[in-house]
Structure formats: C-alpha cells, structure tokens
C-alpha cells in the first residue's frame, strides 16, 4: 500500500471543498455510504444495497432466514468477519469474545448491524477522517464539515457536484428570466431564444442519429 494513500485523501476532501465553495462542478456522485459517514450518521443495510451487493444478499438471508434452522447452528456463523490485505486473509471479530458468540435468531440483527459498522466505518475510518480533514481544511471552521453533510440529502450534494441529467427546458428557462436593460419583445432577446430553440432540436436529432448503428442519416 502506498504509505502516501491517506494523503491523498486529504488532497480530495480539499479539492472538492473548493468545488463547492466557487460551484464548480466536477463530474463525480458520492457514494450513498461515503456521505453518511461524512455526516456522521449510521449505515442501515439498506444503505449498502448498491456498496456491496454480496454482503447485502448475505445479511439480508440471514435476517430472513427460518429461526430454527438458524438456531441449529447449521452456518457456522460467529460474530467475526474475514478480512483480506495483501493477499493474506484473517479474522476480525466484531465485538469483544465474537469468536465464541455464536449467531442465532435472537443476535441475529444485532450480528448485521456490527458486520456493517466494521465493514464500511470501522475498517476505513482513517481514509473518511482524511478526506474530513482536507474538506474542513477549506471551511473557516472545520466543525461545520459533519453539520454540512447532515444538512444535504445526497441527491443535492450529486446536484451540485455532477450537475443534472434532465435537459434544459427552454420554455421554462425562458418564464423563469429577467431581463436587466432589455425587453422581452426587444430583437435581441427574440433572437436569443430561438437561437437556444435551434440549439436544442440539433441536439436531439444529434441524439436519435447517434442511437444509429451508422452515424448518416435516412438515405
């Protein structure tokens, strides 16, 4: 592992604070569960449906699963989780003596729960802490840095991050203006709006043209 790999971290959690603070966008989401631990906020199994798919369908079983089959002890399962680094694995337990605590339908839940606090918050900790310390670098307190991610839902930081997918309506753009030294009905403005009109129907034939397996269009 690269002995500079937190450091980096750091320099993210900068260069992203700054793309808030001057509303640049960069072209990047934030994972759903990188941003809770940003915020400071606990990680549901929900939460990790798109993190890791594997992890999720396993604990998502073994919630479901019959409790007397469960409780006949027919997994083998402990409260501990097997860790790969460097090509050797071994064996983190979830909580004090989890070697000898042995799943069933009464702990099951609370084994999940444990699973995934030491999956995603435990287990990276040191980079979600760099990555806090280079974004709160950039803020004049860096104490606002949890309050600011709690006050986002995800899909507002993405927003101002990455930008929208949805096309410009023109029509609503156009409703929404107002004009500083100009009118409306003024020639110019007319011009501008049908410029952006063209602009836009360019841009679907571009986009049904390049749904084509040929890029020319009807012979």
């Given at each position: 592992?690269?002995?500079?790999?937190l450091?980096?971290?750091?320099?993210?959690g900068?260069?992203?604070?700054?793309?808030?603070?001057?509303?640049?966008?960069?072209?990047?989401?934030?994972?759903?569960?990188?941003?809770?631990?940003?915020?400071?906020?606990?990680?549901?199994?929900?939460?990790?449906?798109?993190?890791?798919?594997?992890?999720?369908s396993?604990?998502?079983?073994?919630l479901?699963?019959?409790?007397?089959?469960?409780?006949?002890?027919?997994?083998?399962?402990?409260?501990?989780r097997?860790?790969?680094?460097?090509?050797?694995?071994?064996?983190?337990?979830?909580?004090?003596?989890g070697?000898?605590?042995?799943?069933?339908?009464?702990?099951?839940?609370?084994?999940?729960?444990?699973?995934?606090?030491?999956?995603f918050?435990?287990?990276?900790?040191?980079?979600?802490?760099?990555?806090?310390?280079?974004?709160?670098?950039?803020l004049?307190?860096?104490?606002?840095?949890?309050?600011?991610?709690?006050?986002?839902?995800?899909?507002?930081?993405?927003?101002?991050?990455?930008?929208?997918?949805?096309?410009?309506?023109?029509?609503?753009?156009?409703?929404?203006?107002?004009?500083?030294?100009?009118?409306?009905?003024?020639?110019?403005?007319?011009?501008?709006?049908?410029?952006?009109?063209i602009?836009?129907?360019?841009?679907?034939?571009?986009?049904?043209?390049?749904?084509n397996?040929?890029?020319?269009?009807?012979?």
């Amino acid at each position: 592992m690269d002995p500079l790999h937190l450091e980096y971290f750091s320099f993210a959690g900068r260069v992203i604070a700054l793309a808030l603070m001057h509303k640049v966008q960069v072209g990047i989401v934030f994972d759903r569960v990188f941003f809770l631990q940003l915020a400071g906020m606990d990680i549901s199994l929900e939460d990790i449906r798109e993190a890791d798919p594997c992890l999720y369908s396993s604990c998502k079983k073994v919630l479901e699963m019959d409790a007397e089959f469960i409780d006949s002890d027919a997994l083998g399962l402990t409260f501990v989780r097997e860790v790969e680094e460097l090509g050797s694995r071994r064996v983190v337990e979830l909580c004090a003596g989890g070697k000898s605590i042995v799943v069933n339908s009464r702990n099951r839940q609370e084994y999940v729960n444990l699973l995934i606090r030491d999956r995603f918050s435990t287990s990276t900790s040191e980079q979600v802490d760099y990555f806090s310390q280079g974004f709160g670098h950039i803020l004049s307190n860096s104490r606002l840095q949890k309050i600011f991610f709690q006050s986002l839902e995800l899909e507002d930081l993405d927003r101002m991050l990455y930008g929208s997918e949805s096309p410009i309506c023109v029509d609503d753009w156009k409703a929404h203006t107002e004009y500083n030294g100009y009118k409306e009905s003024d020639p110019q403005i007319t011009w501008f709006w049908e410029l952006k009109k063209i602009c836009r129907l360019l841009e679907k034939c571009q986009q049904i043209k390049g749904s084509n397996f040929f890029s020319s269009g009807p012979q």
